[in-house]
């Protein structure tokens, strides 16, 4: 069964390419354009890592999503790739924080690689063969 990543982003394109990139790698891609519906899809999916943008339908959408994630016990076991340009507020956000501290930032914008590269880390460091993404 191939590895499964959430990919939370309102940008239609960015979610083509994240999905071809990851897809091209042997992961399982589930895409989610809101994060007013993210929480749902996640939740019934149950994937094996999100990958969330802090900027979704408006500026805080994908801070309350990831405060919703965190705090609801399906899916607050589930690591988190932030992806955002805005290094600053999300460090000032995660200070101070224990419940960010297993949460990685991925600053945009980034390389096929580093995605790739970030997504394996964090996959490995969960127990994910990395090697191949889709065991047979």
């Not at 354009?33 to 994908?62: C, F, M, Q, Y």
Request: net charge negative.
């Amino acid at each position: 069964m191939a590895v499964r990543i959430a990919v939370v982003n309102h940008d239609a394109v960015f979610l083509r390419l994240v999905n071809q990139i990851l897809s091209l790698d042997g992961y399982e891609c589930i895409m989610c354009t809101a994060g007013s519906t993210a929480h749902e899809i996640i939740s019934n999916e149950k994937p094996d890592l999100i990958v969330l943008d802090t900027w979704l339908e408006h500026r805080e959408a994908g801070w309350v999503l990831l405060q919703t994630l965190l705090l609801d016990e399906t899916t607050n076991h589930i690591p988190v790739i932030i992806t955002t340009s805005e290094v600053a507020d999300f460090e000032q956000r995660a200070a101070g924080r224990d419940d960010l501290n297993t949460i990685v930032l991925l600053r945009k914008p980034f390389t096929p690689d580093q995605l790739l590269a970030v997504v394996g880390k964090v996959l490995k460091e969960e127990g994910h063969d990395t090697g191949d993404p889709s065991p047979a």
